[in-house]
């Protein structure tokens, strides 16, 4: 596991902490992660701050692709100081099973979980209303998603070939869910979906057959 604490400077705004690289921001008090130098970690715990210069210098951000290429990545913890992951942040990061995304986070980039065939659990934080495209795009091990209670949008392709995933509980503020965002989920037996809903093209195209419900239950083929 690397626990990123000593600090080598690479020039005026790029640093690098066991095997982490870092970026300073425009503010000079706060650094993106931008990619991780060592691929063949299993696991990276992510500081709040790093000490530079004698300044703390507060992770803010996860640049687009930062995790791409980590293949026996398992686990990654991000500090509640992190408020956006990019495009792409773990690009088919093919062993990761679990990430911890802080209560905080603001922004989460279209395709952030691109096929990561092993993650099993995810929990959105409160603050995303608003899922991009692609997130868990081919995630086929992908068995429990937590919405936030605002979530008012889910976006194309976002739980596309999520062959694990068996229910989806929808918040009720929920207003679009985009074209194929749940498609060809094969095993996909109970959705409760708003009845005010508006749904995309193909939004649940090869799931289980519908068997719509009055009270807002789009459909249940769950096994007695």
Same mark, same amino acid.
């Given at each position: ?71 026996? /990545?398992?686990? &990654? !913890?991000? =500090? @509640?100081?992190?408020?956006?992951? %990019?495009?792409? +942040? *773990? #690009?088919? $990061? ?47 091990? /992908?068995?429990? &998603? !937590?919405? =936030? @209670?605002?979530?008012?949008?889910? %976006?194309?392709? +976002? *739980? #596309?070939? $999520? ?62």
């Amino acid at each position: 596991m690397y626990m990123p604490q000593e600090i080598c400077d690479l020039d005026c705004r790029n640093i690098v902490s066991n095997g982490v690289a870092y970026e300073i921001n425009n503010d000079m008090c706060s650094v993106t992660l931008s990619h991780v130098i060592s691929k063949d970690a299993d696991a990276l715990v992510i500081p709040k701050t790093l000490l530079f210069h004698s300044r703390k210098l507060t992770v803010s951000s996860v640049d687009d692709g930062a995790f791409s290429g980590c293949n026996n /990545l398992e686990y &990654v !913890v991000l =500090p @509640d100081s992190v408020k956006s992951i %990019g495009y792409c +942040a *773990f #690009y088919r $990061c093919a062993s990761l099973t679990w990430v911890h995304l802080p209560d905080g986070l603001e922004h989460l980039g279209d395709y952030a979980f691109y096929e990561c065939n092993s993650l099993r659990t995810a929990i959105i934080p409160p603050n995303i209303t608003a899922l991009g495209d692609g997130m868990f795009y081919r995630d086929r091990s /992908l068995e429990f &998603v !937590v919405f =936030p @209670d605002e979530m008012k949008l889910i %976006g194309r392709y +976002a *739980f #596309y070939g $999520c062959t694990a995933l068996r229910s989806a509980i929808i918040p009720e503020e929920l207003e679009v869910v985009r074209s194929h965002a749940f498609a060809d989920c094969k095993n996909l037996r109970y959705v409760d979906c708003p009845k005010t809903a508006i749904l995309g093209n193909d939004s649940f195209h090869g799931c289980p057959e519908p068997n719509p419900q009055s009270d807002g239950i789009m459909y249940d083929q769950s096994e007695d």
